[in-house]
């Protein structure tokens, strides 16, 4: 069965300090999709990214970049010079068989402090 | 394309009640999802459609719990006989095809409070 842990449960940061958000999974397929969402107070999940295991390259997008790294089974989320935008909860997740199923984590809840 | 509503955003209700929640998906999205989100905790899978067939049920979804999506546009999910463990945020999700090709749009939720 699938599986997803983030350990980090609350992080506070000042604003414009970086952070990063991990997530480590647990899968037995040998091909399969990662994915992060953003969850605002409003609730809304909205979608930042989904990579496939075949791709191990770092993926940068403005402010946000990922390190997915097989060996360890982690796909790593980092924010860089946070805002208080960037306050919300922050899920990884992993699709089961089928793919229609997501498995989330428990969260990460950010908070950045301004 | 106003992407995927839900209604209402907020329900409280009193033990023993009935309850249904509605889900507007993106219009030309066939599958459909049903999550359920409990405080400090990831959302759980409940429910998918393709078009109006029902395709799978977590065992989360216990027999008090049915939802449809008639004609495969709209879905509801109704909570019969309602306990307080049944409160949650009620989420839906539309996708054009299959994860993770097609990525998932969710809606902003039903919060369900049972007192």
């Known amino acids: 069965a699938q599986k997803v842990t983030q350990a980090q449960t609350e992080i506070s940061v000042v604003e414009k300090e970086d952070v990063t958000l991990d997530c480590v999974y647990e899968t037995r397929d040998t091909t399969y999709y990662l994915f992060w969402y953003k969850q605002p107070p409003s609730g809304e999940l909205v979608f930042l990214i989904r990579?496939?295991?075949?791709?191990?390259q770092n993926e940068i997008s403005g402010r946000y970049s990922w390190n997915f790294q097989k060996s360890t089974s982690s796909f790593n989320f980092t924010i860089t010079a946070s805002q208080v935008v960037d306050s919300a909860v922050y899920f990884c997740a992993l699709p089961g068989a089928g793919s229609y199923q997501l498995t989330f984590g428990k969260g990460t809840k950010l908070s950045v402090i301004p | 394309d106003t992407g995927v509503s839900q209604d209402p955003r907020h329900k409280i209700t009193k033990r023993g009640q009935n309850v249904t929640f509605r889900c507007d998906p993106i219009s030309e999205h066939n599958r459909l999802y049903w999550y359920r989100q409990t405080l400090g905790q990831g959302p759980e899978f409940l429910t998918y459609f393709q078009n109006e067939a029902q395709l799978e049920k977590s065992r989360l979804l216990s027999d008090r719990f049915s939802a449809e999506r008639p004609k495969g546009s709209f879905s509801t999910l109704e909570i019969q006989r309602t306990e307080q463990g049944d409160s949650a945020m009620y989420l839906c999700?539309?996708?054009?095809?299959?994860?993770?090709?097609?990525?998932?749009?969710f809606g902003s939720g039903t919060r369900l409070t049972v007192v």
């Open positions: 990579r496939n295991s075949f791709d191990e």
């Open positions: 999700a539309s996708s054009l095809g299959v994860q993770p090709n097609y990525g998932y749009t």
